[in-house]
């Protein structure tokens, strides 16, 4: 047997006869930048988050960006973040010239442990970036009270979270900014790069929108410094059409997930995803801790079963940082778990058949 990952092929023929005349349209009209697919998709998006302002973008890296520069994180600024995420949660703290400082996961749900935060906070201390990792909401309770408490904006990275719930209310709907990825892999995902920054505070949403255009208030009158990270119609158009079915997909994810729990609970020697009460994960990713990871890699490789590791390095050890001075042994739960988490297939349309042989071949 030989399973597709993320099986993105079989999505495209499942809504083929909606998307490919939906992009054939915008290629007819040549309304490609924020034609009115943009539009429709942003009402759905704050229909279906609840939020009052979504606001489409270039890509979930772009987002981030983007909610960095409304809120004024600049030179001399700290964000904190977790150094179990992928890479552009950080890099663009780094990139609008402020320091990353990292907390520590929880060892359980490998998002940032919220008991930790308070202790990293400084005067500089501008943000707090919490990721909900595989698509689990992080404990936004607990870092909303520590960011009243202290004056400081919380940014939710959801780049694989869309559609999850904290307490019922969608992830997108947290914090003070929310941001998602519609990259193709995500469960949400477009045919393309693409994002969008969900608020609710009406200034803040004007000075996104404004930032998404080059900080224009009209044509060729910047009020800010901003940049190109508008979404194209093309992808916008693809993602009215998947919306629509999203919240059954997102149920299948779900479904496949509850499976492989099932079917895994009584092996020993693997560690299964742990979602907290209270909330429900997008399950972008099924990730499992094992002790013997890269061997096992290979070898479900070679019995046809892609996996994939998310994460390897965590952040305060790459390169890209090693300014920042973090070093080995810092962070231990996050360097502990990035030697044994492995992703397994995760996709909407596994059948039981090849979760059994997953589960199996594992
Ligand atoms: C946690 C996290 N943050 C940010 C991003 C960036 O999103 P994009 O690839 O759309 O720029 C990703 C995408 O992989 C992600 O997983």
Redesign the pocket.
Known sequence: MKIDFANLQYQHELYKDEIEPAILKVARKCNFIMGEEIDELENALQIFTGAKHAISCS????A?LLAMMALDIKSGDEVITTPF??I??AETIALVGATPVFVDIDEKTYNIDSAKIEAAITPKTKAIIP?S?YGQPCDMDEIMTIAKKHNIKVII?G??SFGSTYKCKSDSNLGDISCT???PA?PLGCYG???AVFVNDDELADKIKSLRVHGQTKRYYHRYIGMGGRLDTIQAAILNVKLKYYKKDLALRQEVASKYTNLLSSKKDILLPSIKENRTSAFAQYSIRVKNRDEMQEKLKNLGVPTAVHYPLPLHLQECFAYLGYKNGDFPISEMIANEIISLPMNPYLSDEEIEYIVKSL
């Open positions: 890509s979930g890296t772009d981030l995420t992928f552009a949660t990721v990792l990275d780049a694989q990825s519609f990259f995500k790069d693409g994002g």
